[in-house]
């Protein structure tokens, strides 16, 4: 483990009508939100069924409070190889890092704001 990012997590938007946005997206991408509220992308392995990669996509409403304290209308998640090693070495170069997180059956969330005020969700997945 060495503190860096592996691959894209997830992209979380905000919508004003989140259901239509998802509609959208089953009509004209063929992308069908599963009933936790999102979609997860898999990518299988060559010689493996199980998928050794995924990437979510998730529309939440306009006046979510999951992705404050960022304007933006989108949050991306980070999967990341040492998260506590990131986030000390973002904390030494002056980053911005929250005073939020979460550890649970998922692996381990940590939340930094990029130079714009974009919320990056680092996350090292469990296991």
Not at 60 to 69: I, M, Q, S, W
Not at 74 to 94: P, Q, T
């Amino acid at each position: 483990m060495s503190g860096k990012v592996v691959a894209i997590g997830g992209i979380f938007v905000r919508s004003k009508d989140p259901k239509a946005l998802a509609a959208w997206y089953a009509e004209h991408l063929g992308v069908t939100l599963e009933q936790w509220g999102g979609v997860q992308f898999c990518e299988p392995a060559a010689d493996d069924p199980r998928p050794r990669s995924h990437t979510l996509w998730t529309p939440f409403e306009a006046g979510t409070d999951y992705l404050r304290p960022s304007p933006r209308e989108f949050m991306i998640n980070l999967r990341v190889d040492d998260v506590e090693a990131l986030v000390a070495s973002l904390r030494a170069k002056g980053v911005e890092v929250l005073d939020r997180g979460e550890d649970g059956e998922f692996g381990r969330f940590r939340y930094v704001l990029d130079p714009d005020g974009t919320l990056l969700e680092l996350w090292q997945p469990a296991g």
